[in-house]
């Protein structure tokens, strides 16, 4: 190997010295000593990266044409810093070159055939292919940077996470779980005492309508029940001033005959007797009833606007107003076809025709002051609705 020096002159070493070394390892290592890559003296040179590695390898069969030969083993060795002749020689006797022509015609003719056989163009992909040099680094896979400590970290955490999420639904699932522990006895109802009668609506489903079918049930609005006669705290009772061994089973208490038929006289210790025990208020004087001779919607409303009832009353129904409610009112659809029974009285219609009765005040004073009697003639259905509905109420009041 020979080096340049500083005035342009050329020191040979010894030839017997780098004999047993081969032309491409001496300039592997000038290319290592100045830190450069295959690709880099590509750049730099504008040689292809294939051609610089057959050089270091003595091999012609990557040169599709060798007449570049010679220029490229001269440049790499100005490139290192090597005698290019001597460099260009010692590659000739490596692999065998002889220039284009060779040392006579036949060999020039013999390679001017073998550049006239050899194909036009090499694919450099194929060159990089098949060269015993890697050019370029191998890529990284998607799995080499994955370490196996945090593979197995995610997947404790992912075992974790799962194993919680678990026992959450457990926990959810037993709290809201009910269970039905059955009973040996089912409960029964020891009594049922009920004093209060109710009052509401009274209707015509056990009357026979002469040429008309049954009447459908209005509905009642469970607020009735707010109406119906309150209990007492304290029963009514009538005092007595005799003992009690002088009372007669047969007129006091529940075998007793009706008291009609009890006289003070029947008792030895001569004080009357009282009839049945008064547990509730005092129904009022007044009685009014609603009923209709064809269907009709009502809505009653007391004066702070609670609905007590709300309903259809088709022919031959009726609504008693409750006892006790604060002074309700009146709103009524087709109300021609609405009349009134005040203590037994028939007044009405609530309106004329097929109109609408609004803020009709139900009270027996305001209901006879606004309405007269009903006129039978005006009204065919009248007489025979009317009398079965105050029939009933006797009937049932009976």
Do not use: C
């Not at 609405?338 to 309106?351: E, H, Q, R, S």
Request: no cysteine.
């Amino acid at each position: 190997m020979i080096k340049d020096t500083s005035d342009g002159g050329a020191l040979p070493f010894d030839e017997t010295d780098v004999l047993d070394v081969p032309l491409g390892d001496l300039m592997r290592g000038e290319r290592a000593t100045l830190g450069k890559s295959l690709l880099d003296v590509e750049r730099d040179l504008k040689i292809k990266a294939a051609h610089i590695a057959a050089i270091e390898n003595a091999d012609l069969s990557v040169f599709a044409t060798k007449g570049f030969v010679a220029g490229y083993v001269r440049s790499y060795a100005r490139y290192l810093g090597m005698d290019p002749e001597w460099t260009f020689r010692r590659f000739s006797q490596e692999a065998g070159f002889y220039g284009v022509h060779g040392e006579s015609a036949a060999q020039a003719r013999g390679a001017k055939r073998a550049f006239g056989d050899a194909p036009k163009r090499v694919n450099p992909n194929d060159v990089m292919s098949t060269a015993r040099v890697s050019f370029a680094p191998e890529r990284e896979s998607i799995f080499s940077r994955l370490e196996p400590g945090a593979l197995g970290s995610a997947l404790v955490l992912l075992a974790l996470v799962g194993v919680i999420g678990y026992g959450g639904w457990s926990v959810l699932t037993e709290i809201q779980r009910v269970q039905f522990v059955p009973v040996e006895d089912a409960p029964q109802t020891v009594a049922s005492l009920d004093p209060i009668e109710s009052a509401g609506v009274m209707s015509m489903a056990t009357a026979e309508l002469p040429d008309a079918t049954t009447p459908r049930l209005p509905t009642v609005d469970p607020i009735d029940r707010l109406y119906r006669p309150q209990a007492l705290d304290t029963p009514v009772l009538t005092p007595r001033d005799g003992a009690i061994a002088s009372l007669d089973p047969d007129s006091v208490g529940e075998f007793a005959a009706p008291p009609a038929l009890a006289r003070p006289e029947a008792n030895e210790g001569g004080f009357e007797l009282a009839g049945a025990v008064q547990v509730t208020e005092a129904p009022s004087a007044d009685e009014v009833i609603l009923f209709a001779v064809r269907p009709s919607w009502i809505r009653v409303s007391s004066a702070s606007g609670t609905v007590l009832f709300e309903g259809t009353l088709d022919a031959g129904d009726s609504y008693t107003l409750p006892d006790g409610a604060d002074l309700p009112t009146l709103r009524a659809g087709n109300s021609g076809s609405l009349y009134f029974a005040v203590n037994g009285v028939t007044l009405g219609p609530a309106g004329p025709g097929a109109t609408i009765a609004r803020d009709v005040i139900l009270t027996a004073d305001a209901l006879s002051e606004n309405y007269v009697m009903a006129d039978a003639a005006a009204d065919p259905d009248l007489p025979r609705v009317a009398a079965l509905v105050l029939d009933t109420v006797e009937a049932g009041g009976n």
